[in-house]
């Protein structure tokens, strides 16, 4: 800049200074932004400002993001401002983000600054697909946007606005009005507000009350503080069940655990007696007694016990492996049916019918059988296959149909023979061998082995799914055993694990497994 | 048209002397093109210019009244050849498409109309599809405008403006015969604004009045010699007629105080983004009440010479505000000034960026440059100007960068077309990854997560043709996937009858939902509605096999993944010679939700006995591997976090804005993932029967679920 001109008075241009009332919507397809948009403009019209909005439609329908943008003003001795429009950065007084991320894309586009911006948002999620696709948790850290907030943003009124919504039988632009009206950032009545919503014909009443909640919450300030309504559970009947002395025992031998692990050994141990019998669940905390027992020797004690906390929970991972009983016992169970009616919110005298999509394969049935006999069976590949032709097809079967509940009933109740069978041999001997594994390395590199046993969490899935599961689990223990002596060994396992739960074909995995092999 | 109904909007077409319209651009065009008396409007849909076209198709009453002939176009040629009707007969007429795409298509019949020259009024509404949200390449209408010699309107957006330049352009058009092109941006189209009406005005000559009364004139055809005395008359009458016409009807605006040292040359579509700059600088008020001289170029071909130089005498500099590439104002500016020996330096592409929006932050930055550079003077003491730039570089927002996903457009929930994409990644995993040419429309989709299928798009309707050159023996097929839209558009012809008659032995799928989908679900040819005013229900696969398709094959539920996936595995195999069609049919959900969703409120209402389905996924079985959504990329198929400290990783769930498609399970099924989605089936009204055989199945089940329950050991003591 030069001197010559900082010196100089700024001339005055009339009212230069004086700018519209600028509002940026930031939306999804489908809720409602246009509807909103349509709202604030009749507002400002019917207090005689003159308003206009624009946006680009196309791009919102199909879960794009998009932004609707609105300016007012009142005319002046009968002549109209000349609005713009798109938001300038730094420029906006009103922000509306129907998502929470999207409150955060508004804030890098700069429509959020701290002189100016009061920021409206709904902090319920609607994920984008990138974070629904990894195999793992690839869901965004919201802590970054309420971070980035708590710095742009002027004023900040941050709730589940789509929660309060569907609670009134409404729609989230509904809600959003209500924020803003409560918010007074406008200098409109409410109950001018609430004539423009009484004008449009469709679902008025709902909005109404959509809007009367969220402006009384937003005029109350209970808002920032309260986090997003957790679905409710649907309510189950307890089991008239009497109380197991075995189980008693077990549950008595949690006390043996250090402190550190006992929350986690304790869900394991419900979920492997769930899963199996309470014998079962004494093989669990056996196993776990001796990992422990690997454990203290490798000063886990120092460590918070470390090793035993991932081995309680994963260990119970893998002793309750998907099997074909676990699916149709689990179907079958009346605590299933309870969930579904909640969820589907059945009313009386209302029908329901379940429909499932199964497609079980020679390998399922294989793994039923009797250990040796499916041993036998698996040498003789034609036998197999056209049994295979028999079997392997998709079935739709109707849950609460008597003749297919009855099917799935008594699978269900095989667990008797789980035991005995094939893919319990199999699971066993591959537990087995993770475990010696980890065991091996907690000796020498504690975190190494803890990293181990964390990496059962590739394990999942059914059929087609499981075996790829199985696959990386298997490649990235074998690339581990390459570099478990490097010091930095438990750092690659770590990030062996990582890549692996980042897309599904393992490219990622691969890469880093060729890494690997480079200095390895 | 479709299932929307357009009754209110058609209601802003009744407006007369007195009313004041309040509403979208594009419907102030449409209300604009009735009163300057148009016989006939034509056009092809495409966002920003969709929402005129569905109006005009809903509002046969209004248009019928005042005589108007309207045409849903085969294509944008269509459209533009439609145009011909002005050559002989003093017919008002009008076009409209999304450009420049559209304007490509339309090229050939424009020039031959430019050439020829026009007796009755002409105006194409071109929707300039440039800048942020566009769904095109970022080109301008402005090369085409200069080409052919069209005169190309940009006026400011605002919606009185607009109303007065189409009124205007058509007696600049007959002033000048010559055709005129109006641009308006996305923005401006969407616009809400408001504007004084006038009556409709009925056509004093009617299309039935040209039927009845034939002319020609052989030297209106573009044929040698009359060719060449186009281009003469072009340039000595028609183009002075015109620049006379823009002058004394001042088409083109002067605002701010006549004299000053610099000043600032614009599109009329940039006037509210620069006054917004200037205002940020302390330069005008929020009125427009400016202090920098401006001249708006209301009408940006021709260039109005004699207008230019009298802004620029006594300048020392002007800035030309054009957006997009290449600067042909600023060219065409610079040559005036050089002519006509004028000094006033000419700034824009240097100060300003030679692409992309310009928006008013844009605008601040290169009118402050400007001013920097030529006139310092006035810029003051500088008020501070809005600045995002502290903030954004604060670290809590650096760390944001990292955090927010992108979002992609996808198909909507219950899409028709998602199972067919599901089928070709089931096929990819079997047979290896294929050459796959997209095409324009909602399929073009798949390109992005989570399909990520397909390698170019050439232009609407041209996927199929795009593989023409993968015609060769070779261990695997070339795949051209294209839309009903793109069929009827050019790809009957550009594509399968091109692989036809070259033989070509690639697979081409042919999506059909029933719409044209992607530019808001209007009917077409083989729409499956009755349309009292078109002709629809004609069949795809009866076209192919007319134009010697021999291997076809229809499928009428794209949601049987099984199926289609193993009828493109056939395709891709089979030893049969010449192209393969594969039909896939399926109406668009977005439409079909339309149509049917009121209709069930009403039976469930009435108590008649509905079943509604919907998706669900056992929590309990899912294992969070996501393998479902890889194949599907449903909206309404999410992920949700358990409280269970045993699980790391998120479960599917769907939402309730499933529409019960059947598409994951199918999914699930055909690609063996996994046991854990159900479909619910909640029947409404249930009769007597169904009440009863639930009851009596319900009691076993109960019966039975109670005695395992019984045998469970007790889990309380672990809760």
Redesign the interface.
Known sequence: ??D?????????????????ISIAIVA?G?QGGGVL??WI?QLA?NHGWV?????????A??????IYYIEA?PP?DG????????P????VDVVMAAEF??A??S??R?????DRTTLIASNHR????????????G???RG??S??I???AKTEIIFDLNALAIQHGSVISAAMFGALAGAGVLPFSRESYLDVIRAGEKGAKASVGTFEAAFDRVQTKSFNDVAPA?AKPAKIA???????A???GL?ARLKDLPEPAT??A??????V??FQ??AY?GEYLGLLGSLLAADRSAGGAGKSFAFTQAAA?YL??AMTY?DVIR?AD?????S?RSR?EG??E?SQ???????????P?MEEVMGMLPAGFGRWLGARPRLLGWLDRRVNR?RRVK????PW??AL?VV??MRGMRRRSLRHAVETAHRDAWLKAATAAVGTNYQLGVEILQCH?LV??????HS??LSKFDKTLAAIKLIERRDDAADWARRLREAA?KD?PGKELDGVILTIKTFA | MAERSFAREVEDLRLGDGDTF?GEGILAITKALLQSGVAYVGGYQG??ISHLMDVLADAKDVLDDLGVVFQSSANEAAAAAMLSASVMYPLRGAVAWKSTVGTNVASDALANLASGGVTGGTMIIVGEDYG??S?IMQERTHAFAMKSQMWLLDPR?DHECIVNLIEKGFELSEFSNTPVMLEVR???C????SFACKDNVKPAHTIKDALNNPKRDVNRIVLPPAAYEHEQEKIKTRMPAAVGFIRDNKLNEWMGPKQGKVGIIMQGGM???V??AL??L??????????VPLYVMNVTYPVIDAEVAEFCVGKDAVLIVEEGQPEYLEQAINTVLRRKDLNARVHGKDVLPMGG?Y???VL?GGVREFL?KTE??L?????P?????P??N?P??E??????????????TGCPERPIFAAMKLVEEELGQHHVSADIG?HL?SI???FNIGATTMGFGLGPASTSAFNVKADKRSIAVMGDGGFWHNGLTSGIGNAVFNKHDGVFVIVDNYYTSATGGQDILSSRALNKRRNTNNSIVQAVKGIGGQWVRQLDRTYDV?KMRDTLKEALTTKEAGPKVIVASSECM?NKQRRVKPQISKAIKDGARIVKE?F?V?E??C?????C??LS?C?S???K?L????R???VAAIDN?CVGCGNC??V????????S??????????TGW??FR?KV??A???W???R???R????????
Not at chain 1, 79 to 86: D, E, G, Q, V
Not at chain 1, 110 to 114: E, R, Y
Not at chain 1, 238 to 244: A, L, T
Not at chain 2, 385 to 389: E, I, K, N, T, V
């Open positions: 800049m030069r010559e001109t900082v010196r100089l008075a700024l001339p005055a241009a009339g009212d230069a200074t004086e700018r519209p999804m489908g948009t349509d403009v019209e308003a206009q909005s624009t946006s680009v439609p196309g791009v329908q199909r879960t794009g993001a998009t003003m002046l002549r109209k401002p000349i609005l713009s429009l798109m300038t950065p730094g420029d991320m999207e955060g894309r804030i890098l700069g429509l959020v600054t701290p609607s994920f984008a697909i990138g974070e629904k696709i990894a195999p793992g948790n869901i965004a850290d970054a946007v971070g980035a708590g710095v742009a957790a307890p089991s008239p069940v009497m109380p197991d075995d189980l008693n549950v929350a986690m304790r869900a394991g141990l419900k979920k007696v769930d019998d309470v669940g929970k119970a991972n998907d699916v689990l179907k079958t169970r009346a299933r579904i969820e589907l059945l005298g209302q029908v329901l019918q379940t429909t499932e999509f199964m497609h394969r998709g849950t609460y149909s008597l509940f009855l009933y269900g109740g969490r999942k899935g059914y059929s087609d799914t790829r599961g739960l599904g | 309040r966002s920003p942020e949200g769904s957006p996305v923005r401006a969407h616009m809400h604004g006037y509210n983004n006054i917004r205002q940020y302390g330069l005008s008020d929020a009125y427009g009440n400016t202090q929006d928006t008013a932050q601040l920097e310092p003077r810029l003051g003491n500088r008020p100007a809005p600045d995002a730039a903030v954004l604060h809590a927002i760390k944001l960068r990292q955090v927010v996903p992108a979002r992609p457009p996808g198909l909507c909602c989709f992005l997560p989570p099984g977005l919907r669900g056992d309990d079985v294992t969070g591997d996501h393998a959504i890889r990329g909206p198929l999410s992920v976090q409280d269970d400290p045993l790391d990783d998120p804005s399970g199918e699930a099924e055909a690609a063996v993932l996994c046991p989605f159900y479909r619910a089936d909640v029947i409404h009204n249930p169904d009440k639930s199945a319900m076993v089940i109960g039975l679920q109670r395992r329950d019984r469970r050991p007790a889990l309380e003591a672990l809760a």
